[in-house]
């Protein structure tokens, strides 16, 4: 089992980069080989059919090698970044056709990330992939982390996300469940 993330903040250090890490935490305990897909480098999505080059390749091989992958975003403006979304934009629906999607987004304010976890489920599901219904919005999420009691609390959900995630992805690969 692999799940690998897609993280859409460029920003060092990164909520969201914390939260995905603590999501495949959890997904490497239920016993899932994890890791990140860098989409920083990614040139820009224009709608050619032709290639894009070998760093659009490798990011289709990995998203393929995959069995399960987490989306995860900052919310800016009420939608997900644009590093994320030029990501989703060059991936092709082979890509995820099939593989269970997990969905992550910091919002900064009291309201949460649900419009940029609305659009995001809607891009997965364009691509057929299945979006996990346990979503994770961060509300003030620059001071998420900062709070212990938060902290530690947002850790417990995030881990249960990452494992949840393993289960379902190997319920759809049609195995059994640890």
């Not at 935490?25 to 050619?48: E, N, Q, S």
């Not at 056709?97 to 304010?109: D, E, M």
């Not at 982390?145 to 949840?164: F, K, N």
Request: with cysteine.
């Amino acid at each position: 089992m692999r799940v690998v993330a897609l993280c859409g903040s460029l920003r060092v250090p990164s909520v969201t980069r914390e939260a995905l890490s603590n999501a495949l935490a959890g997904a490497a305990a239920a016993g899932a080989d994890t890791g990140f897909v860098a989409i920083d480098r990614l040139p820009w999505c224009d709608g050619r059919d032709g290639p894009y080059g070998p760093e659009v390749e490798a990011f289709h091989a990995q998203l393929r090698a995959a069995d399960a992958i987490l989306l995860g975003s900052p919310e800016y403006h009420g939608s997900a970044s644009g590093v994320l979304k030029n990501a989703l934009d060059l991936v092709n629906p082979e890509d995820l056709r099939g593989k269970l999607v997990g969905l992550v987004a910091c919002a900064r304010g009291d309201a949460g990330a649900m419009s940029t976890l609305n659009q995001l489920r809607q891009v997965a599901r364009w691509v057929d992939a299945w979006v996990l219904p346990t979503q994770v919005s961060i509300p003030n999420a620059g001071q998420a982390y900062a709070d212990p009691a938060r902290r530690d609390a947002l850790e417990v959900e995030l881990r249960g996300m990452g494992a949840e995630l393993v289960r379902y992805a190997l319920l759809l690969r049609g195995g059994s469940p640890t």
